[in-house]
């Protein structure tokens, strides 16, 4: 299976802050990369898909970015509903494979 | 609009085997791809096993092959997570999501305890 490794596990950070999660694969995924954001006691819900789609509703504050084995999502301006915990998740092969997560927590 | 509704969750044994099943409407089953995505207390997200369309490609996390088997019925609008030899560490939130991979739509989760 791939391995995906995100980074940091866990940050702080104040409303407005430009925020950025990084992740990375074990192996070239091209741009087979997704982003989850998941609220605690909530099922995930799918923010970006193929490195920097955003799903329909999601605010465009939140942008991705990346290919091959390196990919970030980004949030430029955090705000109140943001602090979440993040996940990837590469869709390149069939047996997909989340990263470990990121909680963005409040400063 | 789209529901998924899992259930068959709870307490069952080390060694003990358990049926997931989860209950689809509001979209066309039978034409996605679903899975099975889990999630231990605390922990992150594991994808688990999905399967196709007509049930004839089935793919699954190299550590649960042999012990957890997907299936669906599209007559029923229902996928399924057969899970045996459970053991502590299968202790875990099991949520249904469709897609095999882009997951746009996921169930609540059913809790599976496994403990003696």
Redesign the interface.
């Known amino acids: 299976d791939i391995q995906m490794t995100q980074s940091p596990p866990s940050l702080s950070a104040s409303v407005g802050d430009r925020v950025t999660i990084t992740c990375r694969a074990s192996q070239t995924i091209n741009t087979y990369l997704n982003w989850y954001q998941q609220k605690a006691g909530k099922a995930p819900n799918l923010l970006i898909s193929a490195t920097s789609n955003l799903q329909s509703g999601v605010p465009s504050r939140f942008s991705g970015s990346g290919s091959g084995t390196d990919f970030t999502l980004t949030i430029t301006s955090l705000q109140p509903e943001d602090f979440a915990t993040y996940y990837c998740q590469q869709t390149y092969v069939t047996t997909r494979t989340f990263g470990g997560g990121t909680k963005v927590e409040i400063k | 609009e789209v529901q998924l509704v899992e259930s068959g969750g709870g307490l069952v044994q080390p060694g003990g085997s358990l049926r997931l099943s989860c209950a689809a409407s509001g979209f066309t089953f039978s034409t996605f791809w679903m ?1 099975w ?1 889990r999630q231990a207390p605390g922990k ?4 688990v096993a ?1 399967i196709n369309q007509d049930g004839s ?1 089935k ?4 550590s649960l092959k042999g012990r957890f088997t997907i299936s669906r019925d599209n007559a029923k609008n229902s996928l399924y997570l057969q899970m045996n030899s459970l053991r502590a560490e299968d202790t875990a939130v099991y ?1 249904c999501a469709r897609g ?5 739509f ?4 059913t809790l599976v305890t496994v403990s003696s």
């Open positions: 899975s995505v992150g997200l594991e994808w999905n490609e793919y699954y996390v190299d949520y095999g991979g882009n997951h746009d996921w169930g609540q989760g």
